[in-house]
């Protein structure tokens, strides 16, 4: 099982990235996903997650109205698109998938994923 996190780069403040997770070796569509970031010195805290129909999202409350969270069952991906970023949004973002199927709740505690991808940085300049 492997969870490939793309889309990370440099980026000004006030620009756009969006990130990409495709999974293989099993198929995530009846599990919850989520999007974690990671700054240096800093503990690894939940973004977004998203339920495995995508009916509930959560995000943290200095993503709202930023970030968008997404996933495509069909291809086994989630996606997080995230606007007007800002300095602080710098940090490695892993993506993150588990829980019971068909859970109606939204994964908050990084205990409740089993898989996680191998991150990938994002920095956001001044």
């Known amino acids: 099982v492997q969870l490939q996190a793309c889309g990370g780069g440099l980026v000004q403040a006030g620009g756009s990235l969006r990130l990409s997770c495709a999974a293989s070796g099993r198929s995530f569509s009846s599990h919850g996903m989520g999007w974690f970031r990671q700054a240096p010195g800093k503990e690894r805290d939940l973004v977004a997650a998203?339920?495995?129909?995508?009916?509930?999202?959560y995000y943290t409350d200095s993503v709202k109205g930023r970030f968008t969270i997404s996933r495509d069952n069909a291809k086994n991906t989630v996606s997080l698109q995230m606007n007007s970023l800002k300095p602080e949004d710098t940090a490695v973002y892993y993506c993150a998938g588990g829980g019971k199927p068909w859970a109606a709740l939204v994964l908050t505690s990084s205990d409740e994923y089993a898989y996680w991808g191998q991150g990938t940085l994002v920095t956001v300049s001044s």
């Open positions: 998203i339920t495995w129909s995508g009916a509930t999202t």
